[in-house]
């Protein structure tokens, strides 16, 4: 078994991973990611009881039991660049042997589940409801990084989205991965689905004009308008592709869930963000409750 070095897998001296400060016996199995680390503590009050809190930069973790489920809550920051490395070290956390520096023989899978915040790209998708992400389509560049292809549907789709949007022609190649059809199958009612566009930035990534021009001033009418079969993008956001890619890559099942705090087609945004945020945390953790 071939050893991971020291520079390539970092261990504090508490022999935790370095970026998330978590030992593997303080990892659930089923893990709910936020952006936001305040929303830990929103999440884990729900907990029956809590076994570990920790805490480095932006990543914050509680990890407690709810009803007869273990969970993890673990706040990822913004943007797919962190998400390479909560992936990463939420896998080596279960699948390396971090005293010897191997791989583990057996794969062992995690639940990985986001619950964050989005605009909306379809007028009928409204602020303060709820998008389940069939696909992260991801615009962000991470998945460019590895040995990463897509399965048929997911090379056709992605086809048809760089022929519709020319998008390609000023951005890095996009790439496209579906969610777990495992997860996503107990989130179906008063969820919209469709395809989530995940941007490497907030303002200019999401067509969002302050100060600076655009080099595609036409994003949003280009993602809105886009349509493969029965298939639109419903939303976009900054994390999801990355964990879909990264996650079907490591073996794992993943899903995305968001609260539309924007509409950017109708140009509105929630009057009260944080109840429609509250809302989605009870009934995602409903719904892990009772599967
Ligand atoms: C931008 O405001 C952030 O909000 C969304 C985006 O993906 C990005 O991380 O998600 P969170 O509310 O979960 O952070
Ligand atoms: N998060 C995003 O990334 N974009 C939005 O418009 C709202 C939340």
Wanted: charged letters at 20%; a neutral charge; hydrophobic letters at 35%.
């Amino acid at each position: 078994m071939q050893r991971i070095p020291e520079s390539e897998l970092i261990i504090n001296n508490r022999g935790a991973v370095y970026h998330l400060d978590l030992r593997p016996e303080e990892l659930a199995h089923t893990i709910i990611t936020v952006g936001d680390p305040d929303r830990v503590p929103a999440v884990s009050k729900h907990f029956d009881h809590i076994e570990h809190k920790r805490s480095h930069r932006e990543f914050v973790t509680h990890t407690g039991v709810l009803g007869k489920k273990r969970l993890t809550v673990v706040s990822t920051g913004i943007g797919p660049d962190n998400i390479d490395i909560v992936l990463n070290e939420l896998d080596a956390l279960v699948n390396i042997d971090l005293l010897t520096r191997t791989i583990k023989p057996q794969l062992t899978q995690l639940n990985v589940i986001r619950v964050g915040t989005s605009g909306a790209l379809q007028a009928d998708v409204p602020t303060d409801s709820f998008v389940v992400s069939t696909h992260g389509l991801g615009i962000d560049n991470l998945l460019n990084f590895y040995r990463f292809e897509e399965n048929e549907e997911e090379k056709q789709l992605l086809q048809s989205f760089i022929t519709q949007t020319q998008l390609h022609q000023r951005i890095s190649q996009p790439y496209i991965c579906g969610g777990s059809a495992h997860l996503i199958k107990h989130f179906v009612n008063n969820f919209h689905h469709g395809i989530t566009v995940t941007c490497p930035g907030f303002y200019g990534p999401q067509g969002r004009i302050l100060r600076l021009g655009l080099s595609n001033p036409h994003l949003i009418d280009r993602l809105t308008q886009f349509t493969f079969g029965p298939h639109r993008i419903t939303n976009f956001e900054m994390e999801t592709s990355g964990i879909y890619g990264l996650g079907k890559l490591l073996g794992h099942h993943c899903l995305s869930i968001s609260a539309i705090v924007a509409n950017r087609v109708t140009k509105q945004f929630s009057k009260d963000s944080q109840a429609t945020i509250e809302q989605l945390i009870k009934k995602t953790l409903d719904i892990i409750n009772d599967w």
